[in-house]
């Protein structure tokens, strides 16, 4: 049910002098989500409202919170197919979170209004959804409610998958199993409904079962385990029978079947989906890549000019005090680091060059409008992100770096290999 503080119309006409709010664009169990724009630079956003919470984070349920939990994961993720979150505002009882607007709304409606959509739309669309899941993943992020209303698209139709208020993130005490039961009923994978009576299940396998019954509905327009008796419903999931309708072709029922497959130990990888003919038809190997490849901030809302010299107002902006996404999460190691470096911005960038090539990794330059190189993205042949460097130049021919890791080995390269060669001499890190 929706919180009843939070009404129909926006709760202001302005917040924080920066964000002219709208429309009312839907509303869920915890929160409301409204049409804003950004007045300075007069870009559109989508701004998720909820109640402030009553407790103080930290506190031992604190976690708990889809408004936490959605921060939390988030502030991990940048990339093209998964809702990027701006920044996190609050009020006195309101938390507000900036995200990308998709214009296109969901993609439950698009299948309600059409029903089964076309094959060639099908593979583009689970495509993306492959690329933003498995990103997610590698970020240590499972989401854990995948299904067509969490699912966005944006004006050229594309996707963004959205609303990770069930997210769980990767454990840093080396225990992988999750334990909560979550998730929409006929989304959800037989793992999950075991609850109690498993030891555990794995994020990333419980996301693959919902991607394949994504998959199913996309194909068929019709849930592939559908039952009004909950109970039927799940005896259904368990035995993971389901029937593709006739006009399936063979490899891409094949697939399916391995989605869907009620044994999480046999279920299908992300490895083996990106192999997979029917998902790899017509597509080579710059092309996967392409597709995995996290995003550039070119979707970001721009304060500033990318390539202009920092001024004190940035720098106080820089301020981890400011940060309310930090302020939020807690106890949370980051995954991202900032310095100053007495070296001009065009030599630390070509730094980062010469030691993700050198480990043998690709290396590619983002440029702002005017051509002038602002970030160096390392990561691997497949597009998986190691670490993205954004360098922002300051007078004097200084510099402050940013570096947001990714998942995997990029701890030991940005300690071991990275970090040193920036700041090598001493003096050269600030």
């Given amino acids: 049910m929706a919180d009843s503080n939070i009404g129909d119309q926006a709760p202001t006409k302005v917040i924080f002098g920066i964000y002219n709010m709208g429309r009312l664009l839907g509303r869920g169990s915890s929160a409301k989500v409204y049409h804003a724009r950004h007045l300075p630079s007069g870009q559109s956003v989508a701004i998720k409202v909820f109640p402030k919470p009553r407790r103080l984070a930290g506190s031992p349920s604190a976690s708990a919170d889809p408004f936490i939990r959605e921060i939390s994961a ?77 699912i966005l698209l944006d004006e050229a139709g594309d996707i963004k998958v959205s609303d990770f208020g069930f997210a769980a993130l990767r454990s840093s005490d080396g225990d992988h199993l999750l334990r909560t039961q979550c998730g929409t009923p006929a989304y959800v994978s037989p793992e999950i409904l075991m609850g109690k009576k498993s030891n555990g299940y794995d994020g990333a396998k419980a996301d693959i079962w919902s991607c394949g019954v994504i998959l199913f509905v996309l194909v068929a327009g019709y849930l592939p385990f559908n039952d009004p008796n909950i109970m039927s419903l799940y005896r259904k999931i368990y035995c993971g029978h389901h029937r593709c309708p006739r006009w ?12 869907l497959d009620p044994n999480p130990a046999t279920r299908i990888s992300i490895d083996c989906i990106l192999r997979d003919p029917w998902f790899a038809k017509d597509l080579d190997a710059n092309q996967m890549a392409a597709l995995m490849r996290p995003l550039a901030d070119e979707q970001k809302p721009q304060y500033r000019d990318a390539g202009s010299e920092l001024n004190a107002f940035d720098l106080i902006a820089f301020s981890p005090g400011l940060d309310l996404s930090s302020f939020f999460v807690e106890g949370e190691t980051s995954d991202r680091e900032r310095f100053a470096s007495s070296d001009p911005a065009d030599r630390v960038l070509d730094q980062v060059e010469r030691v993700g090539k050198g480990e043998g990794f690709v290396v590619r330059m983002e440029e702002d409008q005017k051509g002038m190189p602002t970030a160096a993205v390392v990561e691997r042949q497949s597009g998986e992100l190691i670490v993205r460097v954004e360098v922002h130049r300051l007078p004097g021919g200084m510099a402050v770096v940013e570096l947001e890791k990714g998942g995997g080995v990029a701890g030991i390269f940005c300690n071991e290999k990275l970090r040193p060669a920036l700041c090598g001499p001493p003096g050269s890190c600030l």
């Fill in 248 to 259: 399936t072709p063979p490899d891409l029922r094949r697939l399916i079947a391995r989605l």
């Fill in 74 to 150: 988030l502030r991990r993720l940048r990339h093209r197919h998964i809702v990027r979150l701006h920044e996190v505002l609050a009020s006195r009882s309101k938390v507000y979170l900036v995200l990308d607007l998709a214009k296109g709304g969901e993609l439950f409606s698009r299948v309600e209004e059409h029903g089964r959509l076309p094959e060639d739309l099908v593979r583009r669309l689970f495509r993306q959804l492959i690329s933003g899941v498995a990103y997610s993943h590698s970020r240590g992020v499972f989401h854990r409610d995948l299904k067509p209303e969490n």
